[in-house]
């Protein structure tokens, strides 16, 4: 049994590999990452001038889809990794958008918000990193208003055991080697452990209603790898 990391050993690794996050992004998912992010962003609900915050927002991807769908509305993309946040910043003067954005370094367990802030929401490969997933969907809803939607996004150790075979191979045989290239592997080595902690899709139903959320659904995706979470307050 591996020993779950700290919150300090999580933060410390996703500044080490914040100048490769994008790259890695690719090869972790072939790709189709841009296409779930859409997906994740849907499925919050977001409406023209709305609030939004996106939590564990990393290089900022979820967060400039998020301000695009507001329209002249204002999204808070979050983090606890400055480097992170670092280079969201660069990719923001890259693009142009009516909504405002702004970044904010913060830990997810303990948001600087007032109750009952936001609209909608999304978090990217977050909720499988942070040190308490109870606690951490607790704080998402404090912040959200009543019937917003938050759309959790993450990958996920499938159910069907040669796909999830196949995951590991892809993950030890080239994620790793590609990570090791861009000088990255022991941190990326961090991946599968991570995936044999993080709760099935079920489970995060039962941990969303427990945590207070009046509806919890559950979208696998690409076979079981990947995986939405979507909560309504």
């Given at each position: 049994m591996n020993s779950s990391p700290n919150s300090q050993d999580i933060q410390n690794l996703f500044n080490d590999i914040a100048p490769v996050y994008d790259q890695m992004n690719d090869w972790l998912s072939f790709g189709f990452?841009?296409?779930?992010?859409?997906?994740?962003?849907?499925?919050?609900?977001?409406?023209?001038?709305?609030?939004?915050?996106?939590?564990?927002?990393?290089?900022?991807?979820?967060?400039?889809?998020?301000?695009?769908?507001?329209?002249?509305?204002?999204?808070?993309?979050?983090?606890?990794?400055?480097?992170?946040?670092?280079?969201?910043?660069?990719?923001?003067?890259?693009?142009?958008?009516?909504?405002?954005?702004?970044?904010?370094?913060?830990?997810?367990?303990?948001?600087?918000?007032?109750?009952?802030?936001?609209d909608c929401g999304t978090m990217g490969y977050g909720l499988r990193n942070v040190t308490d997933i109870p606690a951490c969907l607790l704080e998402i809803r404090r912040v959200l208003k009543p019937n917003a939607k938050m759309a959790i996004l993450d990958f996920h150790?499938?159910?069907?055991?040669?796909?999830a075979n196949?995951?590991?191979?892809?993950?030890?045989?080239?994620?790793?080697?590609?990570?090791?290239?861009?000088?990255?592997?022991?941190?990326?080595?961090?991946?599968?452990?991570?995936?044999?902690?993080?709760?099935?899709?079920?489970?995060?139903?039962?941990l969303g209603l427990n945590a207070g959320f009046s509806q919890a659904v559950h979208y696998p995706l690409f076979g079981g790898i990947m995986g939405v979470l979507v909560l309504t307050k």
């Open positions: 990452h841009r296409i779930w992010k859409l997906m994740t962003v849907k499925w919050s609900h977001p409406q023209t001038r709305e609030t939004a915050l996106d939590l564990c927002c990393g290089t900022g991807d979820l967060t400039f889809l998020m301000a695009k769908q507001l329209q002249k509305g204002k999204v808070i993309g979050v983090d606890f990794s400055s480097e992170l946040l670092a280079e969201a910043r660069k990719k923001q003067k890259t693009k142009s958008f009516n909504s405002e954005i702004e970044w904010l370094e913060a830990d997810v367990l303990n948001l600087p918000f007032e109750n009952n802030s936001f150790k499938p159910t069907e055991d040669w796909i196949s995951q590991k191979w892809y993950l030890d045989n080239v994620v790793v080697r590609i990570a090791d290239f861009l000088g990255a592997s022991s941190e990326y080595a961090y991946i599968y452990p991570s995936l044999e902690r993080f709760p099935n899709g079920e489970t995060q139903i039962q």
